[in-house]
């Protein structure tokens, strides 16, 4: 059976991992770096699963999900490095959506 896990046990998890290295987390700007080119893997497996290029034989087999994963967690990294408590980024993001952008889309009727 699968458990559900919170974004702050997630980032105990990759703190725990990150903290038995000697190097530690990486520098706010080498972070964007790796997560820029997390991104653009992930970019390039949709355009495998949902554009025109399809991948070449020789090329190693990813998946979205796991690319998205790979984004997560140089997210938590990031996040952890800037003492940053994404839970409580999460919150105040929501709220900005749903005060500020209230009225931006158009609503599904209710049943």
Not at 46 to 62: A, I, L
Not at 69 to 76: E, G, H, P, R, Y
Not at 93 to 107: G, I, Q
């Amino acid at each position: 059976m699968e458990k559900d896990i919170t974004l702050k046990e997630m980032a105990k998890e990759v703190d725990a991992y990150i903290s038995q290295f000697k190097e530690g987390y990486f520098s706010p700007l080498a972070l964007m770096a790796r997560l820029t080119e997390e991104v653009g893997e992930l970019a390039r497996e949709v355009n495998h699963y949902y554009g025109e290029k399809p991948k070449r034989s020789d090329e190693e087999e990813n998946t979205i999900d796991m690319e998205l994963a790979d984004c997560l967690f140089i997210l938590l990294c990031f996040a952890n490095s800037l003492e940053i408590d994404l839970e409580k980024a999460f919150e105040a993001m929501m709220y900005k959506f749903n005060t500020r952008d209230a009225n931006r889309w158009t609503r599904k009727e209710q049943i």
